[in-house]
């Protein structure tokens, strides 16, 4: 009987290897290519300089913020970032701050480690302390176009240009006004 027990023990266990191997087997044949696959979400910082145009009576002056993007698809992120900078009020030559939030698409032309890409923020500008303006909250229209690379898989490094057409609607109607940022930013996916 014990020689018995032993056998079968054999053959029990036997069975369990072969379907084990088995089951490896299948799903190592079933499975597709690996593909590599980038994060969704990102936050970063961007350092970069403001050039605003001299009828908003402020100078332009050095930035820094943090910016986040969601990835929606089909080559399409949705934007959001702040920047704030010191700024001068050209008339009383004291400091003013300006706080610029945007929120914007933006449609990615590669979605590989090098990333072109075109978009359009809507930005809010809010300048502190610069008693010269006459309206010192404003809105832009701002297309941006810029370059990032991913230099691994969850860390981009990237440059980006943006025109702001801003709008002082009670002051000057629809007639925008212009302003300038570039930027570099460096970014962490998750």
């Given at each position: 009987?014990?020689?018995?027990?032993?056998?079968?023990?054999?053959?029990g266990?036997?069975?369990?290897?072969?379907s084990?191997t088995?089951?490896?087997?299948l799903v190592?044949?079933?499975?597709g290519?690996?593909?590599?696959?980038?994060t969704?979400?990102?936050?970063?910082?961007?350092?970069?300089?403001?050039g605003v145009?001299k009828?908003?009576?402020v100078?332009?002056?050095?930035?820094?913020?943090i910016?986040?993007?969601?990835?929606?698809?089909?080559?399409f992120?949705?934007?959001?970032?702040?920047v704030a900078?010191?700024h001068?009020?050209?008339?009383?030559?004291?400091?003013?701050?300006?706080v610029f939030?945007a929120?914007?698409?933006?449609?990615?032309?590669?979605?590989e480690?090098?990333r072109?890409?075109?978009g359009l923020?809507i930005?809010?500008?809010r300048?502190?302390?610069a008693?010269?303006m006459?309206?010192?909250?404003?809105?832009?229209?701002?297309p941006?176009?810029?370059?990032e690379?991913?230099?691994?898989?969850n860390t981009a490094?990237?440059?980006?240009?943006?025109?702001q057409?801003?709008l002082?609607?009670?002051?000057?109607?629809?007639?925008?006004?212009?302003?300038?940022?570039g930027v570099?930013?460096i970014l962490w996916?998750?």
């Amino acid at each position: 009987m014990d020689s018995t027990r032993r056998h079968v023990a054999r053959r029990g266990s036997l069975a369990l290897t072969l379907s084990r191997t088995a089951l490896i087997a299948l799903v190592t044949l079933w499975a597709g290519n690996a593909l590599a696959q980038f994060t969704n979400k990102t936050i970063g910082f961007q350092a970069g300089y403001v050039g605003v145009n001299k009828s908003l009576m402020v100078a332009g002056g050095p930035v820094l913020g943090i910016e986040s993007t969601l990835y929606l698809g089909d080559g399409f992120d949705l934007a959001f970032r702040v920047v704030a900078g010191i700024h001068q009020d050209q008339i009383t030559d004291k400091n003013a701050v300006g706080v610029f939030p945007a929120i914007g698409f933006r449609y990615l032309f590669s979605e590989e480690d090098a990333r072109p890409y075109l978009g359009l923020n809507i930005a809010y500008l809010r300048f502190f302390g610069a008693d010269s303006m006459a309206n010192p909250n404003l809105v832009a229209l701002a297309p941006v176009a810029g370059f990032e690379y991913y230099f691994q898989s969850n860390t981009a490094f990237g440059i980006q240009a943006e025109y702001q057409g801003i709008l002082d609607i009670p002051n000057r109607g629809f007639k925008p006004t212009n302003a300038f940022a570039g930027v570099a930013r460096i970014l962490w996916g998750f």
